[in-house]
């Protein structure tokens, strides 16, 4: 591993939260209602919305997404069981927020054990795609089928659908791509394969549409992600097109800071984001790339 792929690593985690953060009070608002409340088009950590935030707090997009990277340094690689008590002593924390679909895959978990949800129309949410970073920085480097079957592991624990497998792996390999230092221009090969394999997901013309429905979600991400010029106006765009602009926010941060690194994103945005969020995402984005690019020592 070398400098550049902490950075992106690091700049992936940081930008997932920040994105949440940014657009947490955003959620489920239109564009001119954004407009209206802020007086211009949302750019700073405000807090508020309807969860009543504060100023760079984060939301369940994050908080699961820790959960996933604290079950695998725990079990120091895979263990699907390990997330899914991850997710059930999280939920029982009482969260701010906890998504439908979510919710019962961790309850159905606590009650009957099971680890993977039934195929489920009503599960096509963005609810598995919002967590599945840990799973990108933490999986060994090189071994692409291992990371797909982790991927769709965790998602399925709670989403029972077939559209939120593609999108997890998708994601995941475009994030690990720029960690690997590619360019826009290889993770939109990624996105040509996903859009090949599963039209649905056609992205241009961008439809227009924000909802957590996991297509939505992943049609305005890479729509925003593939035009941005730099983390800022990636951010900016992404959480002003409103809907779910938390989820969008993060997910974009996800591979904007993967791309432009955790140097692209603006201070003012981390000196919000929470102290403790800040140092568990550092921690643990170190922790993931050690067992993705385990030292020879380790490794014998």
């Known amino acids: 591993m070398n400098a550049q792929t902490h950075e992106r690593a690091l700049g992936a985690f940081?930008?997932?939260?920040?994105?949440?953060?940014?657009?947490?009070?955003?959620?489920?608002?239109?564009?001119?209602?954004?407009?209206?409340?802020?007086?211009?088009?949302?750019?700073?950590?405000t807090g508020g919305g309807w969860l009543r935030l504060k100023p760079g707090q984060v939301t369940d997009d994050t908080q699961m997404a820790?959960?996933?990277?604290?079950?695998?340094?725990?079990?120091?690689?895979?263990?699907?069981?390990?997330?899914?008590?991850?997710?059930?002593?999280?939920?029982?924390?009482?969260?701010?927020?906890?998504?439908?679909?979510?919710?019962?895959?961790?309850?159905?978990?606590?009650?009957?054990?099971?680890?993977?949800?039934?195929?489920?129309?009503?599960?096509?949410?963005?609810?598995?795609?919002?967590?599945?970073l840990p799973v990108a920085l933490g999986t060994p480097f090189g071994d692409d089928a291992e990371f797909a079957r982790r991927a769709v592991a965790q998602a399925r624990l709670t989403h029972g659908h077939v559209f939120s497998d593609a999108a997890n792996v998708a994601l995941g390999r475009m994030t690990r791509v720029l960690l690997a230092g590619g360019s826009r221009a290889d993770c939109r090969a990624v996105a040509d394969a996903l859009t090949a394999a599963h039209p649905a997901f056609r992205f241009e013309p961008w439809p227009g549409r924000t909802s957590g429905y996991v297509v939505d979600t992943m049609q305005t991400v890479l729509d925003v992600f593939f035009n941005a010029h730099d983390f800022e106006t990636a951010l900016v765009e992404a959480v002003n097109r409103g809907g779910d602009a938390d989820t969008i926010g993060a997910l974009t941060g996800q591979l904007a800071g993967a791309f432009w690194g955790a140097a692209g994103i603006p201070e003012r945005w981390l000196a919000r984001l929470e102290p403790k969020i800040k140092a568990q995402i550092t921690a643990q984005t170190d922790g993931l790339l050690a067992l993705a690019f385990p030292s020879p020592a380790a490794a014998a």
């Not at 920040?18 to 209206?36: K, N, Q, S, Y």
């Open 66 to 132: 820790l959960a996933v990277g604290s079950a695998m340094l725990a079990a120091g690689g895979w263990d699907l069981r390990g997330v899914a008590d991850a997710f059930a002593a999280w939920l029982r924390s009482r969260p701010v927020d906890v998504g439908n679909t979510c919710r019962r895959g961790i309850q159905r978990y606590l009650q009957l054990g099971t680890l993977e949800a039934p195929e489920a129309r009503e599960d096509g949410g963005n609810g598995a795609l919002m967590r599945q």
């Open 14 to 45: 940081l930008g997932l939260a920040v994105g949440d953060a940014l657009g947490a009070p955003a959620e489920f608002l239109l564009p001119h209602e954004i407009r209206f409340e802020h007086k211009g088009p949302l750019r700073e950590m």
